[in-house]
């Protein structure tokens, strides 16, 4: 719970540099459609009032869709980047306190009853060898209490919850392991005392260090393994020449047990008694060793369980850490796909708002056209209005007392002649340079159309790879299930092939958010091409507007 309420304001801390960018390139571009608003308003006054109302309207409208789209991209921006920084990814919920307390009270129990059974066992191992009677007297009942104390409960969730139970069973473990200690040291010591008696040492013990491992051991008891281990070893060198004549006496007595050329009845029914004492002890020997063997395979099962629990536990643990990170990530993935849903629709729109300023232009151009062909009209009336005036001119210049009125008149009609001329060269070359222009910028709206339809081809890739990685994730989620025993194996592979699709998304939305840049910078390019063209012919329309008049 802490860690999922710190990433939030993490967010917010790394993400604030980005804002005040957002909101100036969206301030500047708002400038830009206003002047271009205003532009156009003028432009198209010779259309009239309503028209220019339907005009000014449109441009609002795609000034507010290029805003929100502005808003959306600047908003992906801060998500993309707290999903880059190493700060959010640390904050990832992990393991909270109370699974590694409870971890560690379950080790202690279990490592004291590895403890005990490892002594047990090792008890077990060397009785098998020893001769002595009185070891053998207390076997059941030892295996009858040590199957009472590695049954009881090992942790605080077995017991109740209940602490007092919990240290009593504590205790009772430690007393358990006191007491398997002080048998194996009474029973190595007697095996000293024998081999020392044997060879005429009195107070030495040599040792050697000997490898003994174990999943489940405290370190005294290891050390304390290594010990017996190598006193085992000493004990049977020294026995080895007593083992060497063990079946000649054997032999002997078989020997003995096969004669039977007496005659006395006594002496038979004497062997016949003594082959049944060897038969009961040979008998009591092997039941002697599958005792061993039983309270062996109890003590091996009971490791297992513990084994089996301790695997479990690391098990559960591993899962709801792969639940968390799931969870942690499965809402960011889906905002993540809103907002790019958000910014495609939002795209397709300002698309269409592209194609209609466009026709609005084209449209404004033919205006400009027609009027100059009604322009061409009026000029060419005026020509012939001029002619006609010049014949009067010359019917008036044969009067002698007009004709220093008709020189004037032929020398301004001329001179008006010309300069019409002159103009009417001007604004056709003019009109050649608009229409050079004119085409030109066609070419660059066909590039920023096609343009656009790339962008919107990575989108759909965009949406098709969030999709299939979704996919992908709910199926590692069902392999868990079914694959226990490599849970740690695969959901290594399944974080590093996150990590690489998460990397490889970020550098696509990189490279889209540079074609972005790039499209947004051509179409404000082409608008102050626009406001150039416009001023063009405002100029034009106010030198044919003067000449008029």
């Known amino acids: 719970m802490q860690s999922s309420a710190a990433s939030p304001s993490s967010q917010t801390h790394d993400t604030t540099p980005v804002v005040p960018t957002a909101s100036?390139?969206?301030?500047?571009?708002?400038?830009?459609?206003?002047?271009?608003?205003?532009?156009?308003?003028?432009?198209?006054?010779?259309?009239?009032?309503?028209?220019?109302?339907?005009?000014?309207?449109?441009?609002?409208?795609?000034?507010?869709?290029?805003?929100?789209?502005?808003?959306?991209?600047?908003?992906?921006?801060?998500?993309?980047?707290?999903?880059?920084?190493?700060?959010?990814?640390?904050?990832?919920?992990n393991t909270t306190p109370g699974d590694s307390d409870s971890q560690g009270e379950v080790d202690i129990f279990r490592l004291l009853r590895s403890d005990i059974r490892s002594l047990y066992e090792y008890r077990l191992s060397y009785l098998s060898n020893m001769t002595d009677s009185m070891h053998w007297a207390g076997l059941d009942k030892e295996a009858a209490r040590m199957k009472e104390i590695l049954d009881a409960p090992s942790t605080l969730d077995k017991t109740g919850g209940d602490p007092t139970v919990a240290f009593d069973t504590l205790l009772k473990f430690v007393m358990a392991k006191g007491d398997m200690v002080s048998k194996i040291a009474d029973d190595f010591v007697s095996k000293k005392k024998e081999v020392d008696m044997n060879n005429g040492i009195e107070d030495e013990l040599v040792l050697d260090d000997h490898s003994a491992t174990s999943m489940l051991l405290s370190r005294d008891t290891k050390l304390f393994t290594k010990l017996l281990d190598t006193f085992q070893l000493l004990y049977k060198e020294s026995r080895k020449p007593s083992n060497t004549q063990t079946p000649q006496s054997g032999d002997d007595s078989g020997g003995l047990f096969a004669s039977t050329t007496t005659a006395d009845w006594e002496g038979a029914k004497g062997l016949r008694m003594d082959e049944a004492n060897f038969t009961i002890q040979k008998l009591q020997r092997e039941v002697n060793d599958l005792k061993i063997q039983k309270a062996k395979l109890v003590s091996t099962n009971s490791q297992l369980e513990d084994n089996f629990a301790h695997m479990l536990a690391q098990f559960e643990l591993e899962k709801r850490t792969h639940q968390a990170n799931v969870q942690w990530h499965e809402p960011r993935i889906q905002k993540l796909e809103d907002e790019i849903r958000t910014s495609a629709n939002a795209l397709a729109e300002l698309r269409l708002n592209v194609d209609l300023i466009t026709n609005m232009y084209k449209k404004t151009c033919d205006d400009v056209v027609a009027y100059d062909k009604q322009k061409s009209v009026v000029a060419d009336e005026r020509d012939i209005l001029g002619q006609k005036l010049h014949d009067e001119v010359k019917k008036i210049s044969i009067l002698n007392l007009e004709l220093v009125r008709k020189d004037k008149l032929v020398m301004y009609a001329m001179g008006a002649r010309h300069e019409v001329l002159k103009c009417w060269n001007e604004t056709k070359a003019a009109l050649a340079e608009m229409t050079t222009q004119r085409d030109n910028l066609a070419a660059t709206l066909q590039d920023t159309q096609q343009s656009v339809r790339r962008l919107e081809a990575l989108l759909v890739e965009r949406d098709e790879m969030c999709v299939v990685l979704k996919r992908e994730v709910s199926e590692k989620g069902a392999a868990i299930d079914t694959l226990r025993g490599n849970i740690v194996e695969l959901q290594t592979g399944h974080e590093e092939r996150m990590l690489e699709k998460t990397k490889r998304h970020e550098e696509e939305f990189d490279k889209l958010l540079v074609k972005f840049d790039k499209t947004k910078k051509e179409l404000v390019e082409t608008v102050q091409d626009n406001i150039i063209l416009d001023g063009k012919l405002r100029a034009a329309h106010d030198r044919i507007s003067r000449f008029l008049s």
């Open 24 to 93: 100036l390139d969206a301030s500047k571009l708002e400038e830009k459609f206003a002047a271009v608003n205003g532009d156009f308003t003028r432009g198209v006054t010779i259309k009239g009032k309503d028209d220019a109302m339907k005009l000014q309207g449109k441009v609002n409208d795609w000034r507010d869709d290029v805003s929100t789209l502005a808003t959306h991209i600047a908003a992906q921006l801060q998500f993309c980047k707290s999903l880059r920084t190493s700060k959010a990814m640390a904050l990832i919920p």
